[in-house]
């Protein structure tokens, strides 16, 4: 069966540190991934996906994430945090092989960025 | 481009009433999910349209729930009769057909209280 793990409830950094958000996925096939932001009354957005290729992916305001596939962990990563990050984030898989368009999400990580 | 919308924000039900949920996806895109997260838990999928077709529904509950996509638009999701435990943000969202690869496009939610 498909899961995605995200062990922290939040994460806490200053303005200017790096960040780090974890994620840890099963599936049984080669995975898709992909992270989402939600921020207040709003929906989630698409801010980067792996499906082949490079293991490290870059995506929208400055995000990147890496696949690593020995330890199936996602972790999506900044080099200098912003406020404005401050929001929950989630990680998703999908299974290519198992055909369908069925995405796991994980509970979320809901980080803070303290000025 | 208008995005994901979806009807009402916020509904409030006393246990045993009906609600109905609307979802009109992006124009053009024949994917179309819902999910729903309980506070602080993960978004759970519960079913797949592509066009007015179910694909896939086997995160559905249980027969309280059914969803629909007349003429491959808009879609519903009915809860009848409603419980306590069906309580929880409902989103919607859509995505391009044939892109299992492709990211989805999420409306704001429906946030659903049973009392």
């Known amino acids: 069966a498909q899961s995605v793990a995200q062990p922290e409830d939040q994460v806490n950094v200053a303005e200017g540190n790096p960040l780090t958000v974890k994620c840890t996925y099963s599936?049984?096939?080669?995975?898709?991934l992909f992270w989402y932001v939600q921020y207040p009354n709003r929906g989630l957005q698409f801010l980067l996906k792996y499906i082949t290729g490079d293991n490290l992916v870059k995506g929208s305001y400055g995000f990147e994430a890496e696949f690593n596939k020995s330890q199936t962990s996602f972790h999506l990563k900044k080099p200098s945090a912003l406020v404005s990050d401050s929001a929950l984030y989630f990680c998703?898989?999908?299974?290519?092989?198992?055909?369908?368009?069925?995405?796991?999400f994980g509970a979320g990580t809901r980080l803070f960025v303290k000025a | 481009e208008a995005g994901v919308t979806q009807f009402p924000s916020h509904s409030v039900i006393e246990k045993g009433q009906t609600v109905t949920l609307r979802c009109d996806p992006i124009s053009g895109h024949d994917n179309l999910y819902w999910y729903r997260r309980v506070m602080g838990k993960e978004i759970k999928f519960l079913l797949h349209f592509v066009k007015e077709s179910k694909q896939d529904e086997s995160g559905m509950p249980n027969n309280r729930f059914l969803a629909e996509r007349t003429g491959g638009t808009y879609s519903t999701l009915k809860v009848q009769p409603a419980e306590l435990e069906d309580s929880g943000v409902y989103f919607c969202?859509?995505?391009?057909?044939?892109?299992?690869?492709?990211?989805?496009?999420f409306g704001p939610g429906t946030r659903l209280t049973v009392t």
């Open positions: 599936v049984s096939g080669n995975p898709y």
């Open positions: 969202a859509s995505s391009l057909l044939g892109l299992a690869g492709g990211e989805q496009y």
């Open positions: 998703a898989v999908r299974d290519s092989n198992a055909g369908g368009f069925k995405t796991i």
